[in-house]
């Protein structure tokens, strides 16, 4: 599994839009709306990197208002939920 976290910029009057179409996706598993530098961050879940290659630059990128995107891909993940389920095993 590859996940990449996708930060984009867009015009300011499609952030909804933008965000809506996205979501709909599939390989798109959420699109979080952010304070800050960027807009929007788009979280992609796909098998493998060419899958990763065409979302972003055949599907992602051709949606109308976005003006600028960097894409990061994950090398691990480290969530509180995974932790907490590694360490209650045997735990009642």
């Not at 098998?47 to 109308?64: D, I, P, S």
């Amino acid at each position: 599994m590859v996940t990449a976290l996708v930060l984009l910029n867009v015009e300011r009057n499609k952030v909804n839009d933008v965000a809506g179409k996205l979501a709909e996706m599939e390989g798109i598993s959420e699109v979080y709306s952010v304070a800050g530098e960027f807009d929007l961050v788009a979280i992609i879940r796909v098998k493998e990197n060419e899958a990763l290659a065409e979302m972003v630059t055949n599907h992602l990128l051709k949606v109308g208002g976005i003006t600028r995107s960097q894409t990061l891909i994950a090398f691990r993940v480290y969530s509180r939920h995974d932790l907490e389920a590694m360490f209650s095993i045997g735990e009642k």
